[in-house]
């Protein structure tokens, strides 16, 4: 197939988005597909965004960066020349990774164009509003996300959570696309005892948390874990609220941001791995504590819930609840049996949610979407009055 792939945000910016374009993008590539990705540019010189990508050409639009969050860009740019750019390469259909600004004219282009496309919801773009202090703009975020995936052949979604509520909202054509985990890098055969001296007293349990330092992330909710005896917390990533969160967490371990072995490394020497974000609408870092036989203890919103399964694989805490928060991490810091057979369970759950498996059944939802928007086509024309597919 001819596939292009829109992409809300992109290398060099390191996210869940990209990291799963990334694993899409190389399965394609095995299979022989002709892609083309669009994304918005590093910067305005465009200095530092990859031309190439696994082989696929990477059409860069400018962009200006997010007021407060650097790392983040908008593209500039109009739908027409969207549709522009996506005539010339003329795609069986569009893969759009968590629409919101570029995504939204890539939906729009498509329409206008006649294009299938497959809209993955990845963010909770109208959850930030109150955590960037824009509580009032809720409900109009909420709007946009409903016309896009109401314009869209096929969303996609990450969670049951996430499911019920696009559904909610009265989003159709739903389906759920979870996400793989590498269980050869993210392995309990990573444990780095040598790493672990370097953070952790003798004796100390390491508290693990891995993720953008942004306020929608609450990383800041962690404060209630800073001071518990015989353990070390340590915060891996970076972001806006990297400066606050040493001042709010002083006992705490900043490992910056890390990727490959080095993060593999890290996490599989985790004791418990926490997320205290309520915004997720899937959450990777826990599939891949969990592959590195690590147990988690989670906030009981979004995508967690699938994840976690309570008492068995780790704890799940009502949202808000950190006194929660801090038991349950304390009745696995405080009980070296109850926390390795958790880990044990929490390995077992992810084997067999491969990259390659997820992957394919994208590909077959690639197809669906081509028939939806086929017989849409027929309905607007008149040549049958059959129902869309719900």
Same mark, same amino acid.
């Given at each position: 197939?001819?596939?292009?792939?829109?992409?809300? &945000?992109?290398?060099?910016?390191?996210?869940?988005?990209?990291?799963?374009?990334?694993?899409?993008?190389?399965?394609?590539?095995?299979?022989?597909?002709?892609?083309?990705?669009?994304?918005?540019?590093?910067?305005?010189?465009?200095?530092?965004?990859?031309?190439?990508?696994?082989? *696929?050409?990477?059409?860069?639009?400018?962009?200006?960066?997010?007021?407060? /969050?650097?790392?983040?860009?908008?593209?500039?740019?109009?739908?027409? !020349? #969207?549709? !522009?750019?996506?005539?010339?390469?003329?795609?069986?259909?569009?893969?759009?990774?968590?629409?919101?600004?570029?995504?939204?004219? +890539?939906?729009?282009?498509?329409?206008?164009?006649?294009?299938?496309?497959?809209?993955? /919801?990845?963010?909770?773009?109208?959850? *930030?509003?109150?955590? *960037?202090?824009?509580?009032?703009?809720?409900?109009?975020?909420?709007?946009?996300?409903?016309?896009?995936?109401?314009?869209? &052949?096929?969303?996609?979604?990450?969670?049951?959570?996430?499911?019920?509520?696009?559904?909610?909202?009265?989003?159709?054509?739903?389906?759920?696309?979870?996400?793989?985990?590498?269980?050869?890098?993210?392995?309990?055969?990573? /444990?780095? +005892?040598?790493?672990?001296?370097?953070?952790?007293?003798?004796?100390?349990?390491?508290?693990?948390?891995?993720?953008?330092?942004?306020?929608?992330?609450? #990383?800041?909710?962690? +404060?209630?874990?800073?001071?518990?005896?015989?353990?070390?917390?340590?915060?891996?990533?970076?972001?806006?609220?990297?400066?606050?969160?040493?001042? !709010?967490?002083?006992?705490?371990?900043?490992?910056?941001?890390?990727?490959?072995?080095?993060?593999?490394?890290?996490?599989?020497?985790?004791?418990?791995?926490?997320?205290?974000?309520?915004?997720?609408?899937?959450?990777?870092?826990?599939?891949?504590?969990?592959?590195?036989?690590?147990? #988690?203890?989670?906030?009981?919103?979004? @995508?967690?819930?699938?994840?976690?399964?309570?008492?068995?694989?780790?704890?799940?805490?009502?949202?808000?609840?950190?006194?929660?928060?801090?038991?349950?991490? +304390? =009745?696995?810091? @405080? =009980?070296?049996?109850?926390?390795?057979?958790?880990?044990?369970?929490?390995?077992?759950?992810?084997?067999?949610?491969?990259?390659?498996?997820?992957?394919?059944?994208?590909?077959? /939802? *690639? @197809?669906?979407?081509?028939?939806?928007?086929?017989?849409?086509?027929?309905?607007?024309?008149?040549?049958?009055?059959?129902?869309?597919?719900?």
């Amino acid at each position: 197939m001819r596939i292009a792939v829109v992409a809300e &945000s992109f290398l060099p910016h390191m996210n869940g988005v990209t990291h799963s374009l990334l694993k899409v993008l190389a399965h394609l590539r095995s299979r022989g597909d002709e892609v083309l990705v669009i994304a918005p540019s590093s910067s305005w010189l465009d200095d530092e965004a990859p031309a190439f990508v696994e082989g *696929y050409p990477v059409h860069s639009l400018p962009s200006v960066p997010l007021s407060g /969050y650097a790392n983040v860009r908008l593209a500039a740019g109009t739908v027409t !020349r #969207v549709r !522009r750019i996506l005539a010339e390469f003329g795609p069986d259909v569009v893969h759009i990774a968590s629409p919101f600004v570029l995504g939204w004219r +890539a939906v729009q282009a498509c329409a206008q164009l006649g294009v299938p496309t497959v809209s993955v /919801y990845q963010t909770e773009v109208p959850a *930030y509003a109150a955590h *960037y202090g824009f509580p009032w703009l809720e409900s109009f975020l909420w709007q946009r996300v409903e016309n896009i995936h109401d314009a869209s &052949s096929l969303t996609l979604v990450p969670s049951t959570f996430a499911l019920e509520q696009l559904r909610s909202h009265g989003v159709q054509r739903l389906n759920l696309w979870r996400r793989g985990v590498d269980t050869e890098r993210f392995s309990p055969t990573r /444990y780095d +005892a040598g790493w672990r001296s370097t953070v952790a007293a003798p004796g100390e349990r390491i508290i693990g948390y891995v993720g953008r330092l942004a306020a929608e992330k609450q #990383v800041a909710d962690l +404060a209630v874990l800073d001071a518990m005896p015989g353990t070390r917390l340590v915060i891996v990533g970076s972001g806006p609220q990297k400066e606050s969160l040493r001042a !709010r967490l002083p006992r705490a371990h900043f490992a910056g941001f890390q990727t490959g072995l080095d993060l593999a490394r890290m996490v599989a020497t985790f004791d418990v791995f926490v997320h205290p974000g309520e915004s997720e609408t899937f959450c990777q870092t826990i599939q891949e504590a969990m592959a590195s036989g690590v147990p #988690v203890v989670a906030v009981g919103r979004g @995508g967690p819930l699938d994840l976690v399964d309570s008492s068995r694989t780790g704890w799940i805490y009502e949202p808000g609840d950190l006194q929660g928060l801090r038991a349950a991490v +304390a =009745d696995l810091t @405080g =009980d070296d049996a109850k926390r390795r057979a958790f880990g044990r369970a929490a390995h077992a759950s992810v084997q067999g949610r491969t990259w390659p498996v997820l992957c394919e059944q994208l590909v077959t /939802y *690639y @197809g669906k979407a081509i028939a939806v928007q086929a017989r849409r086509a027929e309905v607007a024309s008149g040549v049958r009055r059959a129902p869309l597919e719900s």
